[in-house]
């Protein structure tokens, strides 16, 4: 057993650690508020009780955690800034996530992976950046990873957007030969039925004299 307080709040960071990687957040933010208290100058404590913060949906004080892990960090840290970009996007602040999308896309540990580009496409369509967005789902699409049908499937949601109809039915049914039990891709293919017929129907409504 710990018998001093190094060793003590030593113990609770490990414990901490543990839990973040078991995603047991409310766990996290126990141990780390008192810890916190005695080592307010550890960046990396500072993240995991604001990312766990984040995921239990407590945004004020995960965002002031998250801030704080930045102000003491070394240096830039993709992971932490990510983070921060996942805040405010499910915050529906998509103009800060995006600041946050493009300094964590600066690292290439970050820009290597497909997922990363799928979440910072999805936060610019969000916000009607479809052109933004598709660039980064075809980013996503070229890395050629398990990924690729959720980014098939989300590149066909903007050009679906754009009003390219016949583009977004080629990546939806791409994503469903990639994964046959899509049923995302399934439902947004079928959204799609008729279109053409739709679109010839209306050019001929006539014209009020």
Known sequence: MPNSNDEWLDELLRHAKLAHEQEREAVVAELLGPYLERRPDEDYAWFLFGDSLRVMGLTDEAERAL?????????????????????????????????????????????????????????????????????????????????????????????????????????????????????????ALHSLEGIEKAISLARKIPKES
């Open 67 to 187: 801030l704080k892990a930045v102000e003491l960090s070394p240096g830039p840290d993709w992971v932490l800034q990510l983070t921060l970009a996942h805040l405010y996007k499910d915050a529906g602040n998509h103009v800060e996530a995006e600041r946050w999308f493009e300094l964590a896309a600066e690292d290439e540990a970050a820009s290597e992976q497909a997922w990363f580009w799928i979440l910072r496409g999805s936060n610019l369509s969000s916000h009607g950046q479809f052109k933004q967005a598709e660039k980064c789902f075809r980013q996503a699409i070229a890395l050629g990873d398990d990924n690729r049908d959720e980014a098939l499937l989300n590149l066909g949601y903007v050009l679906r957007a754009q009003g390219r109809y016949l583009e977004a039915k080629r990546q939806f049914r791409q994503a469903l030969d990639l994964n046959p039990d899509y049923g995302l891709a399934e439902k």
